[in-house]
C-alpha cells in the first residue's frame, strides 16, 4: 500500500503563491511512475472536489476550470513526487489539499472514483 505525504501548507495572502509536494513510498514494489496522480480539495461544509491530475507519463495534464491558468501540476518519477504550483491564489481556494493516486495503471487523467490511495490533507488558508 503506497504512503502519501504532503507538505505543509499555510496561510498566505490572496494573489500569492504556494507550492505544494507529495513524497509517495511504497513498502514493497514502487509503481509511483506507472499511475496517474491527482490533487482534490476540501473546503469546509463543502465536497471534496477535483483540482488537477497527471498522467503517469507526466505528459497529459487536466484542471478544474476554476483553477485553469493559476495552478500547475507536475511530478518527478525518479523522486516519487507529485507537486501543485498555485498562483494567484484567492479565497476560494482555501480548503484541505489531498494528494491521489489511481488504483489503475497507465492512466492519462483521474478522478475519484478511480483513487486507490490518500494523502492526509494539508490545510492552505488564503486570506484577504
Known amino acids: 500500500q503506497v504512503h502519501l505525504v504532503e507538505s505543509a501548507g499555510g496561510l498566505v495572502q490572496a494573489g500569492a503563491f504556494l507550492r505544494l509536494s507529495c513524497e509517495a513510498s511504497e513498502p514493497t514494489y514502487n509503481t509511483f511512475n506507472i499511475r496517474a496522480m491527482g490533487w482534490f480539495r476540501q473546503a469546509p461544509g463543502k465536497m471534496r472536489e477535483f483540482v488537477a491530475s497527471?498522467?503517469?507519463?507526466?505528459?497529459?495534464?487536466s484542471y478544474a476550470d476554476s483553477v485553469k491558468g493559476r495552478f500547475t501540476i507536475s511530478r518527478d518519477n525518479a523522486k516519487n513526487m507529485l507537486f501543485l504550483e498555485m498562483n494567484y491564489l484567492e479565497i476560494e481556494d482555501s480548503a484541505v489539499y489531498y494528494c491521489?493516486?489511481?488504483?489503475?495503471?497507465?492512466?492519462?487523467?483521474?478522478?475519484?472514483?478511480?483513487?486507490?490511495?490518500w494523502g492526509q490533507g494539508t490545510q492552505v488558508i488564503v486570506s484577504s
Open positions: 491521489a493516486q489511481s488504483r489503475n495503471i497507465g492512466q492519462t487523467s483521474l478522478d475519484e472514483a478511480e483513487v486507490g490511495a
Open positions: 497527471i498522467s503517469w507519463t507526466g505528459d497529459t495534464t
